[in-house]
């Protein structure tokens, strides 16, 4: 088996934010911090930095949001997803451009590696 890695940010010794095997890619779970590595207080505002950094590591591989087939997200608050429901979808189809068509598992934990983190993505990508 072949794998192309993507190693980069603070744990980049530890694991792959991205490795692709063949012509599936799996990404690391993505949380909602910035580039500055702040963390924004709403769900929502999180779920926009979750995709921007699906986007970065998608990108390094040529591929788009079109190529996600798979995610899951993690959150620490499933009440405060479930009423902010209607908003973090319609943003989510933004960012997708469109109504996604990938499968999707909601699973509530009770903690992210940060406590000020309410989400965590994680995706599966086929590339062409």
């Given at each position: 088996m072949k794998?192309?890695?993507l190693r980069?940010?603070?744990?980049?010794?530890f694991f792959s934010q991205g490795v692709l095997v063949d012509k599936l890619l799996t990404l690391?779970?993505?949380?909602?911090?910035?580039?500055a590595g702040n963390t924004p207080e709403s769900i929502e505002a999180q779920m926009k930095n979750c995709y921007k950094n699906i986007k970065d590591i998608l990108a390094e591989y040529g591929?788009?949001?079109d190529n996600?087939?798979?995610e899951v997200w993690f959150v620490t608050d499933v009440e405060d997803c479930m009423q902010n429901v209607n908003d973090i979808f319609n943003t989510r189809e933004e960012i997708y451009g469109c109504k996604?068509?990938?499968s999707q598992t909601l699973v509530g934990v009770t903690a992210l590696v940060d406590p000020a983190l309410k989400i965590e993505i994680k995706c599966t990508a086929y590339l062409d």
């Open positions: 794998k192309k890695l980069s940010g603070p744990y980049a010794d690391a779970g993505q949380v909602g911090t910035d580039n591929a788009t949001m996600i087939i798979d996604p068509e990938v």
